[in-house]
């Protein structure tokens, strides 16, 4: 059985609350949105396909890749299209959330 | 600390620690709070499959997992049109199920759910025996409405014409029948009205049929009988391979709304039109929610499908009770795809590993969709959506300027279209 400390429950707890934003409360949105980028670049970001892992990459190349392929800067078969369905506040999220995973 | 971890740190901290074991959930004993208790997910396809191994996961390992499924191994419908054409085997669509065992501690059962006691929370098996579940998550898939092709009632005209519209044997025998047929034949298919599962689907099987046909039977042709009255998903795209690529090959007939067969001359009969007799004769039957859907009673559309709240994908009508994928009331510009599923199956186990540690689900959940289709056996184009929750209309909408189709089909597409299919099912099954 394993034990977890009350004291880092709260702690942690804490933190995840100071990265809430007005998305709203849910500390694992960064997580969930990753979660609809997995199809092609991997559960968590790791790819097993052609397709480039996320996981690892520093959050401001992924931002600003999000960003040129909104803009259509960045040319692409289909990420210009996905890459519109997110709002600003949405990519930093979830550019956070891979940029903190290990690359495999 | 893995990630992971951490995150499941924070549900429970901000759940106030062991909310869920005071409400007395069973398995919290063995975690020390946070999200515990027993989930049972009937079907191991997209939706099911992905839900009980992200359910694991995100719960790191609390919550106990229980796949109920008839089959041996996962045989994936999306790719598996390709096996029709000849240019991939139905072993390259099949994947095993031992690394949710292995890896995620998924309880693997080889049954048929035959019932579900919604006021007990029981699933009856088959086998015999009864499953009990906190939470019950449904991924069911379709049933063929039989009634509506009253020939087709029954096994043995079942095994004469074949739907193959779930992949495994009937895929084989189709791809039998296709190779048996003598050069001139025809192949038809028939498309039922809109809904239905995999809406590019039967586009991109002609187009496959058209690609053997052009190699290997040149004088055959293919013929689409379609019940709707245009092609359901990236139309210009099919018809310019159609009127190119496979020019003198394939035919397309809108409004052939299907009434019946006759099996032994293979003919199929239409509301309107004249009826078509064809060498290989394909029908894909109208759907609707798998029958353990209706023994649970969360059957609340149009006697078809299951309604569901998006931000659980818990039934509108009935508690504890989780729909996914393809047997579920489909909100605008949602397909019933193998992707959407595995959207689904997320957003929903996010929310059950929130509730059973006493968490309010996600308020914005976000899916996307992407449907590669094949024209030629490396050539491909894509229709792809991303959808996010609306508070107001409580609903998944559209994200309006985003989503879109190929400008035309290429061999990239092609590479991505393996990408997708190795990815996604690793993210369900590795």
């Excluded at chain 2, 098996?125 to 009253?150: C, H, N, Q, T």
């Excluded at chain 2, 139309?235 to 032994?264: Q, S």
């Excluded at chain 2, 006493?358 to 590669?372: E, H």
Aim: aromatic fraction near 6%.
């Amino acid at each position: 059985m394993r034990t977890i400390p009350i004291v880092l429950a709260a702690t942690v707890a804490a933190l995840g609350a100071v990265h809430a934003t007005a998305q709203g409360s849910d500390p694992n949105l960064g997580r969930s949105l990753a979660a609809t980028c997995a199809t092609c670049h991997g559960t968590n970001g790791v790819s097993v396909g052609e397709v480039e892992s996320l996981a690892g990459k520093p959050k401001d190349e992924i931002v600003r890749k999000m960003q040129d392929f909104k803009s259509g800067a960045k040319p692409a078969t289909v990420m210009h299209q996905l890459a519109k369905g997110y709002s600003d506040e949405q990519i930093q999220l979830v550019a956070g959330w891979f940029a903190a995973q290990k690359a495999k | 600390m893995s990630i992971q971890r951490r995150d499941f740190l924070q549900a429970l901290g901000a759940a106030g620690f062991g909310t869920a074991a005071m409400s007395g959930l069973p398995g919290c004993a063995t975690m020390g709070g946070g999200a515990g208790g027993k989930v049972v997910v009937v079907g191991g396809g997209y939706g099911g499959a992905t839900a009980a191994k992200h359910i694991r996961m995100w719960s790191d390992g609390g919550v106990d997992v229980t796949v109920v499924e008839p089959n041996p191994e996962f045989i994936s419908c999306p790719v598996s049109n390709l096996v029709l054409g000849g240019s991939k085997q139905i072993a390259d669509v099949t994947v095993s199920y031992d690394n949710l065992t292995k890896r995620h501690g998924v309880k693997m059962v080889k049954d048929m759910a035959t019932a579900v006691d919604t006021d007990k929370r029981t699933v009856r098996l088959a086998g015999g025996g009864e499953l009990p579940y906190d939470r019950l998550i449904l991924s069911p898939a379709i049933d063929f409405m039989w009634d509506k092709v009253p020939a087709l009632d029954n096994a043995d005209a079942q095994a004469k014409i074949l739907h193959a519209w779930e992949a495994g044997a009937q895929t084989v025998a189709l791809r039998n029948q296709l190779v048996a047929m003598a050069d001139g034949g025809v192949y038809a298919i028939s498309i039922p009205v809109a809904p239905y599962r995999c809406p590019p689907g039967p586009y991109e099987r002609a187009c496959q049929v058209a690609w053997y046909f052009k190699r290997a039977k040149p004088k055959s042709k293919v013929l689409i009988l379609d019940g709707n009255g245009d092609v359901t998903s990236k139309g210009p795209l099919f018809k310019k391979a159609w009127a190119e690529e496979y020019k003198g090959i394939v035919e397309y007939r809108p409004n052939h709304v299907l009434t019946d067969v006759d099996v032994a001359t293979r003919t199929a009969k239409f509301d309107v039109q004249d009826s078509v007799k064809a060498d290989v004769l394909n029908v894909v039957p109208p759907q609707r929610a798998a029958a353990i859907a209706r023994s649970a009673g969360v059957v609340t559309a149009n006697d078809r499908w299951c309604e569901v709240d998006f931000l659980t994908f818990e039934s509108v009508k009935v508690k504890n009770v989780h729909i996914l994928g393809d047997a579920i009331q489909i909100a605008m510009g949602m397909p019933k795809s193998g992707h959407m599923a595995n959207q689904h199956a997320k957003v929903c186990a996010a929310a059950v590993v929130a509730l059973l540690s006493g968490q309010a689900p996600n308020p914005t959940p976000v899916l996307t969709n992407t449907c590669y289709s094949f024209i030629t056996d490396k050539d491909v184009v894509h229709v792809c959506s991303v959808h996010q929750y609306d508070k107001e209309k409580k609903t998944m909408l559209p994200v309006p300027g985003s989503g879109g189709v190929s400008s035309a089909m290429s061999e990239v597409e092609g590479r991505y279209a393996f990408n997708w299919a190795k990815n996604i099912w690793a993210d369900m099954l590795a």
